[in-house]
T-cell receptor, first 118, second 114 residues
């Protein structure tokens, strides 16, 4: 069965520290997609990134970077020089096909609550 | 931002009453989903739709039904609400593809069943 584990339930850092959020997944599929979403205190879910299983290149977007390693089934997310506005719950998710032409189900991890203190 | 709205945004109801939540999109996306979010569980899929009148069950579908009579609207109904259905409900949409397309989420509905 497919599964996503975010072992860190809560992380607290001081502003300007770097922080890495871990995500480990399990799947028997050879083709899959991985996602990160951010849920700020206001409650909405904000899409951050999508990676497919054939692309292991690391990605950087401003202060955010993602490290995808198939050998360890991990898709970790690093925030460099954290800011108070980064405080949120972050979810890692894995896609599962529901049948041809039927869309895709997302398997979510439990989420990591990041608190960045000034 | 994807054009997704959910109504109501907050609702308090009593055990045994029927409740309908509405998801409305202006993106003309084919796929729509209902998830619930509970502490310690992340988000879990309740039902999904892959076209008008085409729906199927997700992993936590017991006690819920859905309908989709128009592309833009996806309704989630709790036939007889129970306290275990107290949760935050999110609707999501995606343009297409079996699994490759990104899902975009609505603002959520907080439901409290007393």
């Amino acid at each position: 069965a497919q599964k996503v584990t975010q072992a860190q339930t809560e992380i607290s850092v001081v502003e300007k520290e770097d922080v890495t959020l871990d995500c480990v997944y399990e799947t028997r599929d050879t083709t899959y997609y991985l996602f990160w979403y951010k849920q700020p205190p206001s409650g909405e879910l904000v899409f951050l990134i999508r990676r497919n299983s054939f692309d292991e290149q690391n990605e950087i977007s401003g202060r955010y970077s993602w490290n995808f390693q198939k050998s360890t089934s991990s898709f970790n997310f690093t925030i460099t020089a954290s800011q108070v506005v980064d405080s949120a719950v972050y979810f890692c998710a894995l896609s599962e096909a529901m049948g041809w032409n039927q869309g895709g189900k997302l398997i979510f991890g439990q989420g990591t609550e990041l608190s960045v203190k000034p | 931002d994807a054009g997704i709205t959910q109504s109501p945004r907050h609702k308090v109801t009593e055990t045994g009453t029927p409740v309908t939540l509405r998801c409305h999109q202006t993106e003309n996306h084919r796929y729509m989903y209902w998830y619930r979010q509970d502490p310690g569980h992340g988000l879990r899929l309740i039902h999904y739709s892959y076209g008008v009148k085409d729906t199927d069950k997700g992993e936590v579908s017991d006690g819920y039904s859905v309908s989709r009579s128009k592309t833009e609207d996806f309704l989630l109904t709790l036939e007889s609400a129970t306290s275990s259905q107290t949760s935050v409900y999110f609707c999501a949409i995606s343009f297409g593809g079996p699994m490759a397309e990104t899902q975009y989420f609505g603002p959520g509905t907080r439901l409290l069943v007393l």
